[in-house]
C-alpha cells in the first residue's frame, strides 16, 4: 500500500503556521523549553576554545563521506558483515519497511521495542508496521509521551516539547496502562514511565534503533542517547534492526571523536553524553544475535549531487537550528508538515522529496533568512545558503515567473528601468496625500498586491530618485 511520507507536508507552511500560531499554550511552552536549551548550550559552547575548529573539521569529515559515499558504503558493508551483522540496502521508504516487517514476522514477533530515530521517523515504520499486524513500542520518553498522545513529534531532540507537565499527567492517566498518579512532578512521571517500558523490555523479542553514525573503517554503529532505554534495547532482544541513512557514515573510528564533543554540547547543552554504545556485528553469547542493518537511501544520493544543497546531509540532528530560530519558536514543529521541522526541516524535506511532493515547496520559505542556525550549526551548513537555492530553484506560481521574468527585462536594461521608476512615481502621485500620516506607506493594496499588504505596508515610490537629485543638486 502506498502511504503518505511523513517527510510530505500537506498543507503549505503558511496556512499551518497560522493554525499553529493561535495557540498560545504552545507558543508559552515553546518559547520556554527553546529559550532554557538555548542558553545552556550558549555556556558550554564557549568553554571549548577550538570550537571553530571542531566545526571545521567536523563539516570537512562530513564533505569527504558524500565525495566517497560509494567506496565508503562498501566498505562499511565488508566490515560489517565480517562481523557478523547482515546488511540491506533500501531504495526508499516502502523498500525498507518492506525489509523490516519481513525481517521481525521472520522471529515470529508481534511487537517490537524502539530506540528513537529519525531514519524511521521519516519512512513511517511505525505505521508501516501496524498495518503488518506488529506493533511498535517507543522507549524514548518524549517519544512515547507522543504515541501515547497520538501525536506527532514536534522538535527533533524533544519530540514532546509542545507539552508542559500537566498536559502529559493527563495523556499517562488517559493512555498509559496502570498509571493512578494524582501528581505532575517529573520524577513520578519518569518513575511510572520507567516502570511501563521495564515489562515492556524483559518481554520484547525485537529491537528498532537507527544510528548516530556508521564508522565505514569498522562497521561499528553508535547510538547517541540520554536515558538509558537505548541499551536495554541493544542489550536483551535477541534480534536487533538498525534503519541507518547512508549519509550517517564517518570514514574513520577516529572521526568519531570530533562529533562526540560537538553533538552533545550542540544538542541538549550537555558536555558529554549519559549512554554513548557502539557495537560491531555480533558477539556470541552477549546481546543481540542477530543484528539486521538497512541502508537507506529514500533521496540521499539525489540531494548529494546538487552542489549547493548536498551540505544538508552533514546534518548530525543535533536541533541546535530549530533552538535559535525565530520561526521554529513561534510556530513550533507541526507546522513543518515534516518530522524534519525548523530550519534543517526547511531544507532537508523538500530535496528528499523533491519540491514537487505535497507542499514541500513553501518550506524553504519558512525562514527569515537571519542566519542564527548556521552560527549554531556544530558541521557548518550554511542553511540561508540553501535556502536561497531552493527558493531559486524550485517550482513557483505562474503569476510569480511572470512578474520575475518581466522585472528581470525591465531591470536589464537601464533606460526601461528609468522609464518603469518614472511610471511608478506617476502612478503613486496621487496617493501620497492619502498616506502621508501612514508615513507614505499603502496598508491596503489592490489585486495582486494584496498578498504582500496583508502582512506588511507596501512603501511608495520616493518623489525623487537619488540620480535625479543629485542631477538637480549639482548641477555644474
Ligand atoms: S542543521 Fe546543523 S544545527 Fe540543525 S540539526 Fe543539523 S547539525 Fe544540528
Not at 547510538?223 to 538498525?242: D, K, Y
Not at 540531494?303 to 510556530?331: F, H, K, M, W
Request: proline share 7%.
Amino acid at each position: 500500500m502506498s502511504r503518505h511520507l511523513p517527510i510530505v507536508a500537506v498543507t503549505p507552511f503558511p496556512a499551518a503556521a497560522a493554525h499553529e500560531l493561535k495557540d498560545a499554550q504552545l507558543r508559552a511552552n515553546l518559547g520556554r523549553a527553546t529559550r532554557t536549551i538555548r542558553d545552556k548550550r550558549a555556556r558550554v559552547v564557549a568553554e571549548v576554545p577550538d570550537w571553530e575548529e571542531l566545526r571545521e573539521r567536523a563539516a570537512r569529515t562530513k564533505d569527504e563521506v558524500l565525495d566517497r559515499l560509494p567506496e565508503l558504503l562498501a566498505a562499511f558493508e565488508a566490515a560489517a558483515v565480517g562481523a557478523g551483522a547482515v546488511v540491506h540496502h533500501a531504495a526508499d521508504a516502502a523498500a525498507a519497511n518492506a525489509i523490516v516487517a519481513d525481517l521481525v514476522r521472520q522471529q515470529g514477533a508481534e511487537r517490537v521495542v524502539k530506540i528513537k530515530s529519525m531514519a524511521t521517523q521519516e519512512i513511517g515504520l511505525n505505521e508501516a508496521l501496524a498495518d503488518a499486524g506488529i506493533t511498535a513500542i517507543e522507549t524514548d520518553l518524549a517519544e512515547l509521551i507522543v504515541q501515547l498522545a497520538d501525536d506527532t513529534p514536534s522538535h527533533i531532540l524533544v519530540p514532546a516539547i509542545h507539552y508542559n507537565r500537566a498536559q502529559i499527567r493527563e495523556i499517562f492517566a488517559e493512555r498509559m496502562p496502570g498509571f493512578t498518579a494524582e501528581s505532575d512532578e517529573p520524577a513520578v512521571l519518569a518513575g511510572a514511565a520507567r516502570e511501563y517500558l521495564r515489562r515492556t523490555f524483559l518481554s520484547a523479542q525485537v529491537a528498532v534503533c537507527g544510528a548516530n553514525f556508521a564508522v565505514a573503517e569498522t562497521g561499528s554503529l553508535v547510538i547517541v542517547e540520554s536515558e538509558g532505554n537505548g541499551r536495554m534495547c541493544l542489550t536483551l532482544p535477541g534480534t536487533l534492526i538498525a534503519v541507518v541513512g547512508v549519509e550517517k557514515l564517518l570514514p574513520r573510528m577516529a572521526d568519531l571523536g570530533d562529533f562526540l564533543r560537538l553533538l552533545p554540547r550542540s544538542s541538549t547543552g550537555e558536555r558529554m553524553n549519559p549512554y554513548t554504545s557502539i557495537f560491531t556485528g555480533v558477539t556470541p553469547g552477549d546481546g543481540p544475535q542477530r543484528l539486521h542493518v538497512v541502508l537507506l537511501d529514500n533521496g540521499r544520493t539525489k540531494t548529494a549531487q546538487d552542489p549547493v544543497g548536498r551540505a544538508a546531509l552533514r546534518c548530525i540532528r543535533c536541533s541546535a537550528c530549530l533552538n535559535v530560530c525565530p520561526v521554529y519558536e513561534r510556530t513550533g514543529g507541526h507546522a513543518y508538515g515534516s518530522v524534519y521541522p525548523g530550519p534543517i526541516g526547511a531544507i532537508l524535506s523538500p530535496q528528499l522529496t523533491g519540491q514537487d511532493a505535497g507542499a514541500n515547496r513553501s518550506l524553504p520559505y519558512a525562514s527569515t533568512l537571519c542566519g542564527a542556525c548556521y552560527d549554531v550549526c556544530p558541521v557548518k551548513i550554511n542553511i540561508p545558503e540553501i535556502l536561497v537555492h531552493l527558493r531559486q530553484t524550485g517550482p513557483k506560481p505562474a503569476a510569480e515567473r511572470a512578474v520575475m521574468s518581466t522585472l528581470s527585462w525591465v531591470m536589464r536594461d537601464r533606460r526601461r528601468w528609468r522609464a518603469a521608476l518614472r511610471a511608478a512615481r506617476t502612478g503613486a502621485a496621487p496617493l501620497r496625500a492619502v498616506t502621508r500620516r501612514h508615513g507614505g506607506t499603502l496598508r491596503r493594496a489592490p489585486w495582486p498586491m494584496t498578498a504582500w499588504t496583508a502582512h506588511r505596508d507596501a512603501p511608495l515610490p520616493a518623489p525623487e530618485s537619488f540620480r535625479d537629485w543629485w542631477r538637480r543638486t549639482h548641477a555644474e
